[in-house]
């Protein structure tokens, strides 16, 4: 947790699918020595301000890698939030809510796509930092191309729009992880 915060839950969501019809299992795949997964992973528990890290996924094998490294997956993603065309949003949620039935909690949900490895312990340390000092909440953080981003502040409850698709960032690591 962060210095002299308050005692706020902090939780990273790693939604993790298995059934990527461009690099089936890429999650699990080895990505400049270690599988693409660890890098999320790393960098979450690196960074010092999370409380809990949670994979969300469909795949045991990517929920067993997941633990491994250091994650909780306490439990897969049905099937009807595992589709291709299945929303980040949907899946969080699911995931959130079996962390409720056990007893957790999460003031700040921040969502870790695996497919990121470029993210560093201090970008997430900034993200939580800017949160914990613009109460009230939520933000939602998105990426718009390759180089525009935008954190922007959403009134009122809790928003599920959260942004789907980073293709241009998922074509380049499809390249690199393919070679091509």
């Not at 909780?72 to 049905?78: D, H, I, K, S």
């Not at 995931?95 to 695996?114: M, S, T």
């Not at 599920?160 to 690591?173: A, D, M, Y």
């Amino acid at each position: 947790m962060l210095e002299g915060a308050t005692m706020v839950s902090v939780v990273g969501v790693i939604p993790a699918r298995g059934g990527s019809k461009s690099i089936p299992r890429k999650n699990v795949r080895v990505f400049l020595g270690k599988p693409l997964l660890a890098w999320t992973i790393e960098a979450t528990r690196e960074s010092g301000v999370f409380d809990r890290l949670v994979l969300s996924t469909d795949d045991a094998a990517i929920a067993e890698t997941g633990r491994r490294l250091g994650a909780e997956a306490p439990a897969l993603r049905p099937k009807e939030l595992a589709q291709d065309t299945s929303p980040t949003a949907p899946a969080v949620k699911h995931i959130l809510q079996v962390l409720q039935q056990q007893g957790g909690v999460a003031d700040i949900v921040v969502i870790l796509e695996p497919t990121s490895p470029g993210r560093r312990p201090f970008h997430l340390r900034e993200v939580v930092e800017l949160m914990l000092s613009s109460a009230p909440f939520p933000w939602r953080a998105c990426r718009r191309s390759r180089t525009t981003h935008c954190l922007a502040k959403e009134a009122g409850a809790a928003n599920e729009r959260f942004s789907t698709q980073l293709s241009t960032l998922t074509r380049n690591l499809v390249s690199a992880m393919l070679g091509d």
